[in-house]
């Protein structure tokens, strides 16, 4: 990819816009999806999400003109050690979330997902070496004090939130080390992962137990279509990132926690506490603060340097 092509203002910043927010929505809706697989085994629904998008990702891949990055990446040992290790990562983050959703656990999704960058800001700082902005600071500890009112006023810690939040979180940072795009870097982690769901599967199938087939044609179709809804919303964060600044992205992936959390409280009616309220309020204040610090900081960086888009480096390791 040629850097210099960031330097130029993007003819049509609206096509960015609707790029990215329908991934950003589709991934809010996916409860929706999930829901329907609800009778099936969290651990089953992952293992046909890793084999169904392995195969539907291999046109995907071709049609892009990207099959020789894949064969290149699968050449170097490293590359292929941390894209199982981010492979494990994302599928236990996928295992989690599916398991919350069919558990009557949204809002917890919800809430992780929220919390999911300012997790992002503490482990740069623990491990890049970045430096944090006084507003950041702000943000993240009020974040912090959210979490504690929350297992304080609730007698229970939000596990499920966080660990939402940390593991997307450092599957990110890892994904910073391989130089490799979001496309191919699924291809390659759902590769590696492919072969022991398949062995997963047929195990099943032989116990009589899968619910593929035997749970009806409905399931079927569904468990098959969770390659689309792993791969198109990706599809669509990659050309919107194309064509927004950083600081747009950064406004924009909060569209999904916030359908998560209206379906939630307004679809599925969870239980919505005083104390849950309080804490998404404090959650939603920290991202204000965090958000509003970023695109200002991001604005100053882009006068300085002169750049009107992101640098690939920057919109490398998207989202899920």
Same mark, same amino acid.
């Given at each position: ?17 609707? +790029?990215?927010?329908? %991934?950003? &929505?589709?991934? $809010? @809706?996916?409860? !929706? #999806?999930?829901? =329907? ?97 006084? +507003?950041?600071?702000? %943000?993240? &500890?009020?974040? $912090? @004090?959210?979490? !504690? #009112?929350?297992? =304080? ?97 950064? +406004? ?69």
């Amino acid at each position: 990819m040629n850097p210099a092509r960031f330097s130029k203002p993007d003819p049509s910043p609206l096509s960015g816009v609707a +790029f990215a927010l329908t %991934a950003f &929505l589709i991934w $809010g @809706a996916s409860p !929706v #999806y999930w829901k =329907v697989l609800v009778d099936v085994p969290a651990l089953e629904i992952i293992s046909h999400r890793m084999v169904w998008s392995f195969l539907f990702l291999l046109p995907l891949l071709w049609w892009q003109g990207r099959w020789p990055e894949f064969i290149g990446v699968l050449r170097k040992p490293r590359a292929v050690a941390l894209l199982l290790l981010t492979g494990l990562l994302v599928a236990a983050n996928w295992l989690l979330y599916i398991w919350a959703v069919n558990h009557d656990l949204v809002l917890q999704a919800s809430l992780g997902y929220y919390i999911n960058p300012l997790v992002n800001v503490i482990l740069g700082a623990l491990f890049l070496g970045e430096r944090l902005r006084r +507003f950041q600071y702000g %943000a993240v &500890l009020l974040a $912090g @004090a959210a979490v !504690v #009112y929350l297992t =304080v006023s609730l007698g229970r810690f939000p596990w499920v939130s966080l660990t939402l939040a940390v593991t997307f979180g450092i599957y990110g940072l890892i994904r910073k080390t391989v130089a490799v795009g979001a496309l191919v870097g699924l291809q390659v982690e759902t590769a590696l992962l492919s072969l022991p769901a398949l062995a997963y599967l047929g195990a099943l199938q032989a116990a009589g137990t899968a619910a593929f087939a035997a749970g009806g044609p409905r399931i079927s179709f569904f468990l098959t279509g969770s390659a689309l809804v792993t791969a198109l919303p990706l599809l669509c964060f990659s050309l919107g990132a194309r064509r927004l600044t950083l600081a747009s992205l950064g +406004f924009l992936q909060y569209v999904a926690p916030s359908c998560m959390f209206l379906l939630g409280v307004l679809v599925y009616e969870e239980p919505f506490s005083a104390a849950q309220v309080k804490t998404f309020l404090m959650i939603w204040a920290a991202l204000a603060v965090y958000s509003l610090d970023s695109a200002l900081f991001y604005r100053r960086h882009a006068a300085a340097s002169g750049l009107t888009r992101p640098s690939p480096a920057l919109t490398r390791g998207a989202r899920k």
